[in-house]
């Protein structure tokens, strides 16, 4: 079905490619050219470049079923990307969109009506596993922010269309010298179906959004070991930890440690820890602190990307972010409204582009 949509699609747009094979290297300088890679990014990034490019290949050459790409090429060149990734059982993960718009100021709109297609068409199929799509992105970037938060703002409906906004920073990875016990009230323990319970409900009030549902942290639905087992079984990892720290057994804080290959998301929220704070209390940024270096052991990075929800817990903790990324989740039951509004803003755009083309003639 993949390969039948990627035909049709290339009947009205030719140089428009599902899966279709990229070489890593030129990815790797594209993403350069773009400005997706800059500077910042690169420090962190850069001590693992072998790493991302191996895991580029074997995105893009064995074509796994938990992941796609889409592509706008000439002769054989990128000019725009954007792929997806399941990361949750029944949710994919937009990311990675660049274009060379100094080469074709359409490639970056391409790809993104051919994602959006791609989802209409292929979500109803029950071995696409898709009821959400969801996507992080900082609020200052001005192109995800009119597209995904722009059509949040116009749905109106956090059960449609939601958007959470996390504090990101990275930790040190402690030496085992510097790893402190919780402490004697405190407990670290794997989380409960009565964690995850009042998890669900202290979000719904919080939020009451769509992203412990997209992201299977409802008590019903938090088992991702068969999603595991997928990635495995082709030589990738994906694995995930739930975790609870309790005050005297009352819940203060999940932690979600989340465990992929490096590269998988080049700002690597598929291989970060993602906390949850229940309780906001400054008195316990301490014990969150020993928590998370404790936690840290799972990993082998040296630096860890932490993201804390809400951002305000960051600062009532006394942690300096590094940035905010909000979470965008659309419900796919619901497509009809998204593409309403992605229709529009298209035609807006494609109207801009036409009057400045004719200008330049």
Same mark, same amino acid.
Not at 91 to 111: C, D, Y
Not at 181 to 208: I, K, M
Not at 346 to 357: F, P, Q, R, Y
């Given at each position: 079905?993949r390969?039948?949509?990627?035909?049709? #699609? !290339?009947?009205?747009?030719?140089?428009a @490619?599902?899966?279709?094979?990229?070489?890593?290297?030129?990815?790797? +300088?594209? %993403?350069?050219?773009?400005?997706?890679?800059?500077?910042?990014?690169?420090?962190?990034?850069?001590?693992?470049?072998?790493?991302?490019?191996?895991?580029?290949?074997?995105?893009?050459?064995?074509?796994?079923?938990?992941?796609?790409?889409?592509?706008?090429?000439?002769?054989?060149r990128?000019?725009?990307?954007?792929?997806?990734?399941?990361?949750?059982?029944?949710?994919?993960?937009?990311?990675?969109?660049?274009?060379?718009?100094?080469?074709?100021?359409?490639?970056?709109?391409?790809?993104?009506?051919?994602?959006?297609?791609?989802?209409?068409?292929?979500?109803?199929? #029950? !071995?696409?596993?898709?009821?959400?799509? @969801?996507?992080?992105?900082r609020?200052?970037?001005?192109?995800?922010? +009119?597209? %995904?938060?722009?059509?949040?703002?116009?749905?109106?409906?956090?059960?449609?269309?939601?958007?959470d906004?996390?504090?990101?920073?990275?930790?040190?990875?402690?030496?085992?010298?510097?790893?402190?016990?919780?402490?004697?009230?405190?407990?670290?323990?794997?989380?409960?179906?009565?964690?995850?319970?009042?998890?669900?409900?202290?979000?719904?009030?919080?939020?009451?959004?769509?992203m412990?549902?997209?992201?299977?942290?409802?008590?019903?639905?938090?088992?991702?070991?068969?999603?595991?087992e997928?990635?495995?079984?082709?030589?990738?990892?994906?694995?995930?930890?739930?975790?609870?720290?309790?005050?005297?057994?009352?819940?203060?804080?999940?932690?979600?440690?989340?465990r992929?290959?490096?590269?998988?998301?080049?700002?690597?929220?598929?291989?970060?820890?993602?906390?949850?704070?229940?309780?906001?209390?400054?008195?316990?940024?301490?014990?969150?602190?020993?928590a998370?270096?404790?936690?840290?052991?799972?990993?082998?990075?040296?630096?860890?990307?932490?993201?804390?929800?809400?951002?305000?817990?960051?600062?009532?903790?006394?942690?300096?972010?590094?940035?905010?990324?909000?979470?965008?989740?659309?419900?796919?039951?619901?497509?009809?409204?998204?593409?309403d509004?992605?229709?529009?803003?298209?035609?807006?755009?494609?109207?801009?582009?036409?009057?400045?083309?004719?200008?330049?003639?």
């Amino acid at each position: 079905y993949r390969s039948l949509l990627a035909l049709i #699609y !290339q009947t009205a747009e030719p140089n428009a @490619f599902i899966n279709h094979t990229v070489d890593t290297e030129a990815l790797w +300088r594209f %993403f350069f050219d773009t400005g997706f890679i800059y500077p910042e990014k690169y420090i962190h990034i850069q001590p693992r470049k072998a790493q991302i490019l191996s895991t580029f290949q074997k995105l893009y050459t064995s074509h796994p079923s938990f992941a796609r790409h889409f592509t706008y090429q000439k002769m054989n060149r990128v000019l725009g990307h954007m792929s997806m990734l399941r990361f949750y059982n029944r949710s994919w993960m937009i990311q990675h969109h660049a274009a060379k718009t100094t080469e074709s100021h359409r490639a970056g709109l391409v790809v993104l009506e051919q994602i959006g297609r791609y989802i209409n068409d292929a979500h109803r199929l #029950y !071995q696409s596993q898709m009821d959400y799509v @969801f996507c992080i992105y900082r609020p200052e970037n001005k192109f995800p922010s +009119r597209v %995904f938060g722009g059509a949040a703002i116009s749905i109106a409906d956090s059960h449609v269309c939601s958007r959470d906004t996390f504090a990101y920073f990275h930790l040190p990875r402690p030496s085992r010298l510097h790893q402190r016990p919780v402490g004697r009230e405190w407990r670290l323990l794997p989380s409960d179906s009565e964690d995850l319970t009042e998890l669900c409900a202290w979000y719904a009030t919080q939020s009451g959004g769509l992203m412990m549902k997209a992201f299977n942290l409802a008590n019903d639905d938090c088992d991702i070991r068969t999603l595991s087992e997928e990635y495995h079984s082709i030589g990738f990892q994906r694995e995930r930890r739930l975790l609870t720290l309790r005050h005297q057994g009352r819940p203060i804080a999940i932690f979600v440690p989340n465990r992929a290959d490096f590269g998988l998301n080049m700002s690597n929220f598929t291989n970060c820890i993602q906390v949850f704070v229940v309780h906001i209390d400054k008195s316990s940024a301490n014990v969150i602190y020993r928590a998370l270096t404790k936690i840290m052991r799972w990993y082998q990075d040296t630096s860890i990307p932490i993201m804390m929800y809400p951002d305000t817990a960051a600062a009532a903790f006394s942690l300096a972010p590094e940035k905010q990324y909000t979470t965008w989740v659309l419900n796919l039951d619901y497509t009809d409204r998204y593409f309403d509004y992605i229709s529009r803003l298209l035609n807006i755009t494609n109207k801009l582009n036409t009057k400045a083309s004719k200008a330049v003639k």
